[in-house]
């Protein structure tokens, strides 16, 4: 049995041998991981600082300064939200090369720790041919057969924790290959993010550059602008309230959803929703809405239709570039673009989706739409950015909810008596009855 010392002696070895080359590298790739996180902090601690500068700038009198100010400070976020993601990622991919080190170390172990107990198996099977009950047996005193039959028993002990030990190995292994996929998909979703943000930057600095070149940078030209909208809008609000007295559609309210059933989700991720309950004391709501739907308190609390002359939907309001989302799964009823109608200062960019429900979702005054008519869109799925064009003296986000049986894609031309800028402009319309309240849904 003199075999079986040695192969306890040889899985010693194997199983004690120290890794430096790994320790160093793992130990490399934790210290430059490290760093990133402190990076991180600092980066945070920036973007906080620059939402206290928005949100004092959102208090004060809206002048060209004030909205260029805003702007600036938008892009000087977004640029260092960039720098927090391209941040992220390089962490992601310094977790995965300090999985894939870990990996490879654990195969080696696999590998040597198999071929030990094979070399050891095969030399005992070559080299000890007699039985242990024969050694037993011809053992000149009983202490030397305790020896033998003591070998033996560690023999198996180690053998049985050599195999429970590359059960082991294998487990983590498997656990490590796990994080590393989890790794990659994070990496897959940090990366469109940064496309997300390159492209809110993109639009912030188109919005501003086309607001300079409106008011040539100048303050009277920038307030005779908004007041030139105040007009053109007060118009098409009476031209559209003609309209919708001649629409011959009927809504039947038992097929709308139960008031208060949740059936929206807020067309904004968690992370703005969440930042704006922290803004309470600038908008006096959790949700940073800028005006309510109706024009009353009781328009705001309670699920009533539109009443003419009020405000058809709620004006959330969100920088240039806000990522916008489907509230829920449906159809793309139709896009539009008010703004190529020239005089018309409506709903800008604006996308509808028609839902299974009964009801239909509009999104306005967007800078940028990533959807097209006719297509099918699952809740939560990004439709476009917000903006301010069309009727829009500040960045938001204008969400109306329609019932969608009283609801039609049309100009204002189609009937008689349009005349204002906005007659050839393609928008949605609805009855009176067909406006509903957001808060009654969301």
């Known amino acids: 049995m003199k075999h079986i010392g040695l192969f306890i002696f040889f899985v010693c070895i194997v199983l004690g041998v120290p890794r430096f080359a790994y320790a160093d590298a793992a130990s490399d790739i934790q210290s430059k991981i490290e760093a990133n996180n402190r990076q ?19 208090t004060k009198k809206n002048t060209l300064q004030s909205t260029i100010s805003s702007l600036t400070l938008s892009q000087k976020q977004l640029a260092t939200q960039i720098q927090v993601t391209q941040n992220k990622i390089a962490s992601a991919n310094l977790q995965i090369q300090q999985l894939t080190l870990s990996i490879g170390n654990k195969e080696t172990s696999i590998i040597e720790n198999q071929d030990a ?25 009983l202490g030397e057969a305790w020896q033998e039959t003591d070998k033996a028993i560690q023999f198996n002990r180690a053998l049985s924790n050599n195999i429970d030990n590359l059960r082991t190995v294998r487990t983590v292994l498997t656990i490590d290959r796990d994080a590393v996929t989890a790794a990659k998909t994070q990496l897959i979703s940090l990366k469109n993010d940064l496309t997300l943000q390159k492209r809110s ?3 912030s600095k188109t919005a501003q550059q086309k607001l300079l070149s409106d008011t040539k940078n100048q303050e009277s030209s920038y307030q005779k602008l908004i007041a030139q909208k105040k007009a053109a809008e007060k118009s098409f609000e009476q031209e559209l309230s003609d309209l919708q007295g001649q629409l011959n559609l009927i809504v039947h309210p038992g097929l709308l959803p139960k008031v208060g059933s949740g059936v929206l989700t807020w067309p904004f991720s968690a992370a703005f929703m969440f930042n704006c309950s922290q803004r309470k004391s600038t908008f006096g709501n959790l949700f940073c809405i800028s005006q309510y739907f109706g024009t009353t308190p009781f328009a705001t609390a309670n699920p009533q239709v539109y009443n003419s002359g009020g405000h058809p939907g709620i004006d959330v309001a969100a920088p240039i570039g806000t990522p916008i989302y489907a509230s829920r799964g449906g159809t793309i009823l139709a896009t539009g673009n008010t703004d ?38 699952s809740v939560g799925q990004i439709i476009g950015l917000s903006g301010m064009t069309g009727y829009a003296t500040g960045p938001h986000l204008h969400y109306g909810v329609y019932a969608s049986e009283g609801t ?7 009937f008689r008596g349009a005349s204002t800028g906005c007659a050839n402009a393609t928008m949605p319309v609805a009855t009176l009855t067909a406006y509903l309240n957001p808060l009654s849904y969301l």
């Open 201 to 203: 930057v993109d639009a």
């Open 408 to 414: 039609e894609i049309m100009t204002l031309k189609q």
């Open 117 to 141: 107990i094979s070399k050891a198996l095969r030399s005992i099977a070559e080299n000890e041919q007699t039985p242990l009950i024969t050694e037993l047996i011809s053992s000149d005193s």
């Open 40 to 58: 991180l902090d600092s980066l945070k601690a920036d973007i906080a600082a620059f939402q206290d500068q928005l949100n004092a700038l959102g």
């Open 340 to 377: 190529l109608v020239k005089g018309c200062y409506s709903y800008g960019k604006w996308v509808m989706i028609k839902h299974n429900n009964g009801i239909s979702t509009l999104y306005a005054h967007l800078s940028n739409i990533d959807v097209g008519k006719g297509q099918q869109v």
